[in-house]
């Protein structure tokens, strides 16, 4: 008589890292949503087992685990945290004028060891926040509107809803929906966007997501995007690679994939961005590639020549229009990493991506 070895419950397995973030380092609590009742999380190690058990929907890929509560949606690759997309303001807003609160975004990104890569609310520039898509200089129905600097007033953006996941043997893919409003006060929509963003499940020495962003008119108006040196899809580096001294080197750095950097790289035309520096003593960065599909591809690249963060920006010679009926689609991978960046690795990953 044979014996049949004992099922490995593999999903209820959460052993974290050393070096493992929290993906909730802001929340304290996850609301039951049977019975209202708080659950109070004892320990950042507790959380998944606990989510599992309660009615926070928890999705489990091969490798790929989501967790989404009311606050937010958090993507994790082997129980490693890889992003979190905000639903609702973050703790740090409360610290900030109400004018730079924001929601539909994503921060933290995360390395691979844990590090985080993004920065939210700095100091210098409160309206930046981890990898976000914003447009500056615009106009609607001949009025201005401004959805980047968010102190002027003229147009906010805010996360609407959660369109769901979707997978398959190779990858999984969240969707979320965002608004673009003239206003914090104004809930008519200008620009409906949607972010399909997707993870493959295959391994890799670093984290990967691809992310396509496509903004509708939400009106029978167009919204004009008009001649300005920034704006568009960005994201801020974390507040460790920013100097507080003009005499100082800024300890975030910049390469494109034409080997230039932040001193001669601005307004440049590169296929891909990298930036990386130190965070907590250890070598960490994110790059962002271009698709040849993209509006203007080659776009134009705002490298800020001190502070960690850097934009594609397709307007920088020339205004365009997005009309209604014919939807903005951009598309950009994003690979985040620990240690300094690998020319080759990054080639070879453009190359699958633009062949696939």
Same mark, same amino acid.
């Given at each position: 008589m044979?014996?049949?070895?004992?099922?490995?419950?593999?999903?209820?397995?959460?052993?974290?890292?050393?070096?493992?973030?929290?993906?909730?380092?802001?929340?304290?609590?996850?609301t039951?949503?049977?019975?209202?009742?708080?659950?109070?999380?004892l320990?950042?190690?507790?959380?998944?087992?606990?989510?599992?058990?309660?009615?926070?929907?928890?999705?489990?890929?091969?490798?790929i685990?989501?967790?989404?509560?009311?606050?937010?949606?958090t993507?994790?690759?082997?129980n490693?945290?890889?992003?979190?997309?905000?639903?609702?303001?973050?703790?740090?807003?409360?610290?900030?004028?109400?004018?730079?609160?924001?929601?539909?975004?994503?921060?933290?990104?995360?390395?691979?060891?844990?590090?985080?890569?993004?920065?939210?609310?700095?100091?210098?520039?409160?309206?930046?926040?981890?990898?976000?898509?914003?447009w500056?200089?615009?106009?609607?129905?001949?009025?201005?509107?401004?959805?980047?600097?968010?102190h *002027?007033?003229?147009?906010? #953006?805010?996360?609407?809803?959660?369109? &769901?996941?979707?997978?398959?043997? $190779?990858?999984?893919? @969240? %969707?979320?929906?965002?608004?673009?409003?003239?206003?914090?006060?104004?809930?008519?929509?200008?620009?409906?966007?949607?972010?399909?963003?997707?993870?493959?499940?295959?391994?890799?020495?670093?984290?990967?997501?691809?992310?396509?962003?496509?903004?509708?008119?939400?009106? *029978?108006?167009?919204?004009? #995007?008009?001649?300005?040196?920034?704006? &568009?899809?960005?994201?801020?580096? $974390?507040?460790?690679? @920013? %100097?507080?001294?003009?005499?100082?080197?800024?300890?975030?750095?910049?390469?494109?994939?034409?080997?230039?950097?932040?001193?001669?790289?601005?307004?440049?035309?590169?296929?891909?961005?990298?930036?990386?520096?130190?965070?907590?003593?250890?070598?960490?960065g994110?790059?962002?590639?271009?698709?040849?599909?993209?509006?203007?591809?080659?776009?134009?690249?705002?490298?800020?020549?001190?502070?960690?963060?850097?934009?594609?920006?397709?307007?920088?010679?020339?205004?365009?229009?997005?009309?209604p009926?014919?939807?903005?689609?951009?598309?950009?991978?994003?690979?985040?990493?620990?240690?300094?960046?690998?020319?080759?690795v990054?080639?070879?990953?453009?190359?699958?991506?633009?062949k696939?």
């Amino acid at each position: 008589m044979c014996t049949r070895p004992p099922v490995k419950l593999d999903m209820l397995k959460f052993q974290f890292p050393q070096s493992f973030a929290c993906p909730f380092p802001d929340y304290s609590q996850v609301t039951n949503s049977s019975n209202q009742k708080n659950v109070k999380i004892l320990s950042c190690q507790l959380l998944l087992p606990l989510l599992i058990l309660s009615s926070e929907p928890v999705f489990a890929g091969a490798s790929i685990q989501v967790i989404e509560n009311k606050n937010s949606v958090t993507l994790l690759k082997k129980n490693k945290p890889i992003l979190r997309y905000l639903k609702q303001p973050s703790p740090e807003a409360k610290k900030h004028s109400p004018y730079y609160s924001r929601t539909g975004y994503i921060h933290p990104l995360y390395s691979p060891n844990g590090k985080i890569i993004t920065g939210d609310y700095a100091v210098d520039h409160p309206h930046q926040h981890g990898l976000f898509f914003a447009w500056t200089k615009s106009s609607f129905r001949g009025d201005k509107t401004e959805f980047w600097n968010q102190h *002027k007033k003229l147009g906010d #953006i805010r996360f609407h809803r959660f369109l &769901g996941k979707k997978e398959d043997m $190779n990858s999984l893919s @969240l %969707k979320f929906e965002q608004v673009f409003t003239t206003g914090k006060d104004s809930d008519e929509s200008i620009i409906r966007e949607t972010w399909t963003i997707k993870v493959p499940k295959k391994e890799q020495p670093y984290f990967q997501f691809d992310l396509i962003s496509s903004q509708a008119c939400a009106t *029978k108006d167009p919204l004009v #995007i008009e001649v300005n040196h920034y704006g &568009g899809m960005a994201v801020r580096g $974390n507040d460790q690679w @920013l %100097k507080l001294d003009k005499q100082e080197k800024p300890l975030g750095q910049m390469l494109t994939s034409d080997g230039k950097n932040r001193e001669n790289g601005n307004h440049s035309r590169p296929r891909w961005v990298a930036m990386y520096g130190p965070v907590d003593g250890e070598i960490c960065g994110v790059v962002i590639m271009n698709h040849p599909d993209n509006f203007r591809f080659p776009q134009w690249v705002r490298l800020h020549p001190s502070k960690p963060y850097f934009v594609f920006a397709p307007m920088v010679e020339k205004s365009f229009v997005i009309q209604p009926g014919m939807p903005y689609i951009s598309k950009f991978r994003v690979l985040l990493y620990d240690g300094t960046p690998d020319h080759g690795v990054i080639g070879g990953s453009w190359k699958e991506w633009i062949k696939n």
